[in-house]
């Protein structure tokens, strides 16, 4: 009895029960437990046997308006469910863990869906979003592996929180452009997905919204969208290219990456910034441009961005940041904006198609390994403001002349590490 408790106080925390009227006095019938309210039915439990099942429209006859929290919570043997027209609401985990359902049919009456109300539900292929429901709310969908084909309709305005999560054998999927926002984690792990339009009418995406996401080839993204968020295509690595559309302002930390086959990134003017790591591990990337509206590039953006043969960096950066371009092995030539201050530790860490490089006046630090490994690396102009270099800052560069003013900090550390240079 104690253990019995205890799983209902979890469950009670897992799962927000939803404010509604019903309540008091708990009935049974035709093997469904039932509240009332207003001489309507709420059915809160089901101990039927199971199998394909078509819900009663009344219960000792009364309507049955609502389908209660945990209703059918883990009924393993329900294999196919028919909800009858008059139903209204659908509350939280309604369904949840009813791992043989294969089939339900939602009527049009539905207008309320809550959260993880068919979450973990393995079985189920396909399903229809009545018109009248305007959020698929938190994790409704989650972990339902076998789902294939959603119908979402007009009347939707939001995607919440992990909402199909997990769907792995989703394929078939239009968002319409009713839909506002796309939540945390709205489709991470749909790896079955190729293609995706998100409509204009979308304004924001959440965080690791499409993560995983590893067969999505092609996304195309609302031009409203004001900023791409944490981590939101991590792992994407079928995404071959992207357009970051005129009205963003930012791209936050770690969007891109690991999205291994991406090779174009086309960043419309208007952007501020560029987050931390990015664009790590973007192995196939070969082609991006950066605009001048461009004021941050967070540490390590392309990291590991291998194949990258060039890249500009806008005017207005201040520093180039720690391992910023760390292990971009085909970068042949840079160009370092006078505005610069700093170059910080690891900033071309193993950049080893690096030539030249000169550093403008104005720069005053080098970091740490800045320029370590970069063996095809000759000439290195430092200027006279420069007033720290870091250690290591350019071993294993065995080809390197330093180009240095006389008696300058830069000439005394080349002296002191017994760096090969030239004065000027």
């Excluded at 979890?10 to 309540?23: H, R, V």
């Excluded at 994790?139 to 009347?155: D, G, H, M, Y």
Aim: charged share 15%; proline share 4%.
């Amino acid at each position: 009895m104690k253990k019995l408790v205890i799983v209902l106080l979890l469950l009670s925390l897992c799962f927000p029960t939803t404010a509604n009227a019903f309540g008091g006095k708990t009935y049974r019938s035709e093997g469904y437990s039932y509240r009332l309210a207003s001489k309507k039915a709420e059915i809160t439990g089901y101990y039927g046997e199971g199998g394909e099942i078509i819900i009663p429209s009344h219960l000792d006859g009364y309507p049955v308006v609502s389908i209660g929290d945990n209703a059918f919570y883990s009924c393993k043997s329900l294999t196919a469910v028919n909800i009858p027209d008059g139903v209204k609401h659908i509350r939280s985990a309604a369904f949840y863990d009813c791992v043989n359902l294969a089939s339900i049919t939602i009527p049009k009456s539905v207008t309320s869906i809550g959260w993880f109300v068919f979450a973990y539900c393995k079985s189920l292929t396909t399903i229809t979003v009545p018109h009248g429901v305007e959020s698929i709310g938190v994790s409704v969908f989650r972990e339902c592996e076998n789902l294939t084909s959603v119908t979402i309709p007009k009347s939707v305005k939001s995607i919440g929180e992990c909402a199909f999560s997990g769907c792995s054998s989703l394929t078939d999927l239009i968002i319409p452009n009713s839909v506002k926002s796309i939540g945390y984690s709205a489709f991470s792990g749909c790896s079955s997905l190729t293609g995706l339009t998100i409509p204009d009418s979308v304004k924001s995406i959440e965080e690791f919204a499409f993560k995983d996401c590893s067969s999505l080839v092609s996304i195309t993204l609302p031009t409203g969208l004001k900023s791409i968020e944490k981590s939101t295509y991590w792992g994407c690595i079928s995404l071959t290219s992207i357009i970051i559309p005129k009205g963003a302002k930012s791209i936050g930390d770690t969007a891109f990456v690991h999205c291994f086959n991406l090779a174009s990134v086309t960043i419309s003017e208007g952007l501020k910034s560029i987050g931390e790591y990015a664009f790590i591990n973007c192995e196939g990337l070969t082609s991006i441009t950066i605009p001048e509206s461009v004021t941050s590039i967070g540490a390590g953006a392309f990291s590991g961005c291998r194949n990258l043969p060039s890249i500009n960096i806008p005017q207005r950066i201040k520093s180039i940041e720690n391992m910023v371009f760390f292990g971009c092995q085909k970068l042949a030539s840079i160009s370092i904006p006078k505005g610069v201050k700093s170059i910080g530790e690891d900033a071309f860490y193993h950049c080893d198609g690096l030539v030249t490089i000169s550093i403008p006046e104005g720069v005053s630090t080098i970091g740490d390994r800045a320029f370590v490994d970069c063996w095809r690396l000759n000439s290195v102009t430092i200027p006279k403001s420069v007033t720290y270099i870091g250690s290591d800052a350019f071993t294993k560069c065995p080809k390197l002349v330093l180009q240095v003013v006389n008696d300058s900090y830069a000439y005394k550390y080349a002296v002191e590490n017994g760096l090969t240079h030239t004065t000027k």
